[in-house]
């Protein structure tokens, strides 16, 4: 590393471990978790970094589904900010792997146009990026249809490719999955150029993006095993550049008779605790949640090194983005029908 790239990850590093000091502590987490009602959760998050957000949507008497609002406004303020603060070599990667919250906008985007919804409906899970703001999809969805929405978001896009593709399989299928795995596929196969260039100095960092790949991946697995489809019917909705390509993807699906036979086949992540919560509850909910889970302590093991590199802001990325996470889970939980000791047993903040 240059003298001046090493002063410049200084002043970063700096910067992130000033942030990452605000995120929530184990402890109080889990008093968030255990609380018994929202009203009880929200007292706990306003004597956190949350509270100015909280305050904007209605302080105590905030709407459970405000909620969501202002913890897409925290999440996004922060993405937004790791790009002003990395090290200029590493601005075009960085924001390349935070173009997954532009490409989360376009998929709700998607969703809600098919679904004949509004902006409105879908505003408090918008993620404000520079990009693809609230703004932006908002005029966006204005459009009559689908594919008028995404001709206009493609518009001098870096992700113009990705969206006409996604077009192009709505067209075809008048099904939004086929619209949205397009767009996936279209933005990690663009990630293969970021995994290699970050591979050998910061092996773990591109590791933790293939480890984001699997879940996908193993989701897509997981639900399609519920549902008694054939492998052939699912793999054009798979995703490369995952530590589990496509052969072994099909051999773990087509060689396991049941879910949670498949389950406990699956070396990415340990499922087996999950497994024991979906054959309590039936939720599917929990494996996406123990998989989250393996992100946030892989995201762990990089901050806590007090070593001036790409990986703690890698590492940041997905502690931020992995605590929202957590508080979102755990303000729903019994909507999703998980108790706080099924929420407990899956996701262990360790900030």
């Given at each position: ?8 990850y ?6 992130i471990?000033?942030?990452e ?12 978790i255990n609380?018994?009602?929202i009203?009880?959760a929200?007292?706990?998050?306003f ?8 305050s904007?949507?209605?302080?105590m008497?905030?709407?459970a589904?405000?909620?969501?609002f202002a ?7 922060h993405?937004?900010?790791?790009v ?7 601005r075009?990667s960085?924001r ?7 490409i989360?906008n376009?998929?709700i ?5 098919d ?5 409105e409906?879908?505003a ?5 990026t ?5 703004t932006v ?7 009559s249809t689908?594919e ?5 978001l ?8 990705m969206?006409?593709d ?8 008048r099904?939004?999955?086929d619209?949205?795995?397009a ?7 663009s990630?293969g150029?970021?995994?290699h260039?970050?591979?050998?100095e910061?092996?773990?960092?591109a ?13 897509t697995?997981i ?5 008694g489809?054939?492998?052939a019917?699912?793999e054009?909705y ?11 993807l099909?051999?773990?699906?087509s ?8 389950v406990q086949?699956?070396k990415?992540?340990d ?7 979906y ?15 393996h992100?946030?302590t892989?995201?762990i093991?990089?901050?806590k ?5 790409f990986g703690?802001?890698m590492a940041?990325?997905y502690l931020?983005e992995?605590?929202v996470y957590?508080?979102?889970?755990s303000?729903n939980s019994?909507?999703y ?10 996701i262990?903040?360790?900030?």
């Amino acid at each position: 590393m240059a003298g001046a790239d090493a002063s410049m990850y200084s002043y970063s590093s700096a910067r992130i471990k000033a942030m990452e000091s605000m995120l929530i502590d184990g402890p109080t987490m889990q008093h968030i978790i255990n609380a018994q009602d929202i009203p009880s959760a929200l007292s706990i998050l306003f004597q956190t970094g949350f509270k100015d957000y909280l305050s904007k949507y209605g302080g105590m008497q905030i709407k459970a589904k405000l909620i969501d609002f202002a913890l897409s406004k925290n999440l996004a303020e922060h993405v937004n900010k790791l790009v002003s603060i990395v090290p200029t070599t590493q601005r075009k990667s960085i924001r390349a792997i935070i173009g997954k919250w532009d490409i989360y906008n376009i998929r709700i985007a998607i969703e809600a146009k098919d679904r004949g919804q509004s902006y409105e409906q879908i505003a408090m899970y918008v993620v404000d990026t520079t990009m693809y703001n609230e703004t932006v999809i908002r005029e966006a969805m204005r459009e009559s249809t689908v594919e008028a929405m995404l001709s206009r978001l493609a518009i001098n896009s870096p992700y113009s490719q990705m969206i006409k593709d996604a077009s192009s399989a709505y067209s075809k299928s008048r099904n939004a999955l086929d619209a949205i795995s397009a767009l996936d596929i279209g933005y990690y196969d663009s990630m293969g150029r970021v995994l290699h260039e970050i591979s050998y100095e910061h092996y773990h960092s591109a590791l933790m993006i293939k480890h984001e790949i699997d879940l996908k991946n193993v989701i897509t697995l997981i639900r399609s095993k519920r549902m008694g489809l054939r492998f052939a019917q699912i793999e054009n909705y798979l995703i490369n550049n995952g530590t589990l390509d496509k052969r072994a993807l099909e051999q773990l699906y087509s060689q396991s008779s049941s879910l949670e036979e498949m389950v406990q086949q699956v070396k990415a992540f340990d499922l087996k605790e999950a497994l024991g919560v979906y054959n309590e509850t039936g939720q599917l909910l929990s494996f996406e949640i123990a998989m989250h889970n393996h992100l946030l302590t892989h995201g762990i093991r990089l901050l806590k090194p007090a070593i001036l590199s790409f990986g703690t802001i890698m590492a940041y990325i997905y502690l931020k983005e992995l605590e929202v996470y957590t508080i979102r889970i755990s303000i729903n939980s019994k909507i999703y029908g998980l108790s706080a000791q099924e929420v407990s047993r899956l996701i262990t903040w360790q900030r």
